[in-house]
Every structure is written in C-alpha cells, then in structure tokens.
C-alpha cells in the first residue's frame, strides 16, 4: 500500500513539474512577444526608457505556481530576447531587465503565496511596484547609467540633459533618478498590476490545470 502510494506520489510530483515547466516556457514565450510592442512615456522620462506589459504573463504565472517558476520565466524571457533580437547595450540592458523583473516578481509572488486572497493579490503587487522602483533607481544611478554612458562613449551628463529637457528640477543624477527614473517605474508598476488584476483570474486555471 506504501509502495502504489509512493508510486502515485511520484507520478504527480512528475505531472507537475512537466506542467510547470511547461507552462514556464509559454508565459516566457508571450512574455517576448509583449517585449516588442514597447512605448516611451515621454512627459516622464526620455525615450529610451520604454514600457511594455511582458511582466503581466510572467507575474500571473508566479501566482498560479510560485516565486520560482516567475523567476525562471523571467529568465527564459530575457534569453529568448537574446536570440531573437541580440543585444545592443553590451548585455547591460539584459541584465537590468532580468533584475528589475526579479524585483516586481518576487515580493509580489511571495507575499500572494502566504494567502491567495485578492487582498493579498494587490499588497503584493505594490510591494513589487515599491521594490521594483527603489531597486530602478538605486541600479540606475550606481551601475546602468554609468555603464550605458560608457557603452556608448558619452558622459553621463547626456543623460540629465535630456531628463532636464522634460523636468526642469533635474540638475544632476540623482535627481534624475529621483525625478525621471522612479516615477516612470511606478506608473509602469500601477499599468502592469492593474493588468494582471484583471487576467489573473481568467488564466489561472489554464496554467492550474483546473480548466482541462
């Protein structure tokens, strides 16, 4: 009796992880799709920040089958974009686009896992709206500015050029940051949550199984 439990155990320990892994390298799939039809808000930031929704298959995948699975789409997304598309900014882009989706990702999965309530749905993702936007800023004026200005043979004073072209309060990098950076990654973060509000509940069986 063990055993055939044991053996029943397995079987849908293995239906599972094929399920997910499955389900992983859709929403990643989608996820590169989303990551083409990219916008500027430009009365926010300059052009070259640009918004997309890829982030919404990969969170709603993070809440039907948790933290992990999101990261690993996460990943898989940003490799498929690789291959499709290359990169330009010497894989900086890449790996910012890797880490701030880990920091929408993760927290918002995370505080969802501990009650799957609505309630707890939205807590969730302002705290990976919190996250992600404290992370941009902080990555942004240490690491991705200074990296894209040196990719490119240009000072980093380029930057708040053209940031000072749209907000006259921004005289330098932090405020830049502060003024451009933050609030472009917060209304990214209030569009993508809002989306994922309204599908999640629609998609969820899918990727549950529930609906088959």
Excluded at 7 to 16: E, I, Q, S, V
Excluded at 72 to 86: D, H, R
Excluded at 187 to 193: D, E, H, N, P
Aim: aromatic share 8%; hydrophobic share 55%.
């Amino acid at each position: 009796m063990k055993t055939t439990t044991t053996t029943a155990n397995l079987k849908t320990g293995n239906r599972k992880a094929t399920r997910t892994t499955v389900c992983v390298g859709m929403l990643a799939a989608i996820s590169t799709v989303l990551m083409l039809f990219e916008f500027p808000l430009p009365f926010l930031a300059p052009g070259f920040y640009e918004l997309d929704f890829s982030d919404v298959p990969i969170l709603i995948g993070a809440f039907a089958l948790g933290p992990m699975a999101g990261v690993m789409t996460e990943l898989v997304k940003i490799l498929l974009n690789l291959v499709i598309n290359g990169t330009n900014t010497a894989f900086v882009g890449e790996f910012a686009n890797f880490v701030m989706g880990c920091m929408f990702v993760l927290p918002a999965s995370l505080i969802y896992q501990r009650k799957k309530s609505k309630g707890h749905a939205a807590a969730g993702l302002l705290a990976g709206t919190a996250t992600m936007t404290v992370s941009a800023v902080a990555l942004n004026a240490l690491v991705l500015l200074p990296a894209y200005a040196k990719a490119f043979g240009m000072p980093v004073e380029s930057f708040v050029e053209m940031g000072s072209a749209i907000n006259g309060a921004i005289d330098g990098l932090w405020t830049f940051v502060l003024l451009a950076v933050a609030p472009f990654n917060l209304v990214k973060g209030v569009l993508v949550s809002a989306a994922t509000m309204l599908l999640y509940k629609h998609i969820s069986p899918i990727l549950k199984g529930n609906a088959l």
